[in-house]
């Protein structure tokens, strides 16, 4: 687990009947919205990506944080509690221009 200011990263999965209420842009509209209330609270969480696998019924996130209670805070807060955070040594990302 991260300490400190250092940021680092999260892999939170939730199996997609758990959080199939409603569409999954409402749920990270809530997500970011919840990681900017708990940032502002002083413990800096942010949503960096998401990813949907329809036929495994799973969604993920990545979160950048210095503590895992901080990602589950958020996701906690949403609605949407984790069914799984690991900390991800290493996450890269690109963008498709």
Same mark, same amino acid.
């Given at each position: 687990?991260?300490?400190g200011n250092t940021v680092g990263r999260y892999l939170v999965?939730?199996?997609?009947?758990?959080?199939? *209420?409603?569409?999954?842009d409402r749920v990270v509209a809530r997500l970011k919205d919840c990681a900017t209330s708990?940032?502002?609270?002083?413990?800096?969480?942010?949503?960096?990506?998401?990813?949907s696998?329809?036929? *495994?019924?799973?969604v993920f996130a990545?979160?950048?944080?210095s503590s895992e209670r901080g990602v589950l805070d958020v996701c906690q807060m949403a609605g949407c509690p984790a069914q799984r955070v690991?900390?991800?040594?290493?996450?890269?990302?690109?963008s498709e221009t």
């Open positions: 687990m991260e300490t999965e939730w199996f997609r009947p758990a959080i199939a *209420d409603e569409p999954l708990v940032s502002s609270a002083g413990a800096p969480v942010t949503l960096l990506a998401t990813l696998v329809p036929t *495994d019924e799973v990545v979160f950048g944080s690991t900390a991800a040594a290493e996450a890269q990302f690109w």
